[in-house]
């Protein structure tokens, strides 16, 4: 099992040395659509502001891989 997750590792590593601000670009995007969904709808999703944290944790981790690669 290990030898698997060291070659996705490996695999998502380069894809992303290339696209290095592809993860905030999609984080900004995930906030934004929070913010649509505040003004737009009810439920569950906008009351757990769902897609503000995910884009707000994708966003640091896509910050945290592009200045290490």
Same mark, same amino acid.
């Given at each position: 099992? /290990? %030898?698997? *997750?060291s070659k996705l590792i490996d695999?998502? @590593? @380069?894809?992303?040395a290339a696209r290095k601000g592809?993860? %905030?670009? !999609?984080?900004i995007l995930l906030v934004l659509l929070n913010f *649509?969904?505040?003004v737009t709808l009810t439920g569950? +999703?906008?009351? @757990?502001?769902l897609f503000l944290h !995910?884009? *707000? +944790? !994708?966003? /640091? *981790?896509?910050?945290?891989l592009a200045w290490a690669l």
């Open positions: 099992m /290990i %030898p698997w *997750i695999q998502a @590593s @380069s894809y992303f592809l993860l %905030p670009l !999609l984080g *649509i969904f505040q569950w +999703v906008v009351d @757990s502001n !995910l884009g *707000i +944790v !994708l966003s /640091i *981790i896509g910050l945290m």
